[in-house]
């Protein structure tokens, strides 16, 4: 739904991509799929999430084939799109 390019593991990248995404498409109902990064678990994160409305889908310990269409999605965009090109600073990349 939104994105945002950071060279830190701060939750504030993610809050960014999370905001643009609900400025854009103001979603009724929906999932958001969570990889159990350290972004998406923190407190501030998940609770941004649910006062949108959404129902936070993480995978189970030890069954990562559960987030698998979310994972092929963004390997697809990284491979047609990020790995064929060469960035020489984050601010050229976004």
Not at 29 to 56: L, N
Not at 66 to 86: D, G, I, S, Y
Request: net charge negative.
């Amino acid at each position: 739904m939104g994105w945002h390019w950071s060279d830190s593991w701060e939750a504030k990248g993610p809050l960014t991509a999370f905001e643009m995404g609900l400025t854009a498409r103001k979603p009724p109902a929906w999932i958001h799929p969570s990889d159990r990064g350290v972004q998406d678990a923190c407190q501030e994160y998940v609770q941004q999430v649910q006062a949108a409305g959404a129902r936070i889908s993480i995978t189970a310990v030890g069954e990562p084939k559960q987030n698998a269409p979310t994972e092929r999605c963004m390997r697809t965009l990284k491979e047609e799109e990020v790995e064929r090109q060469e960035y020489r600073t984050l601010v050229e990349a976004k």
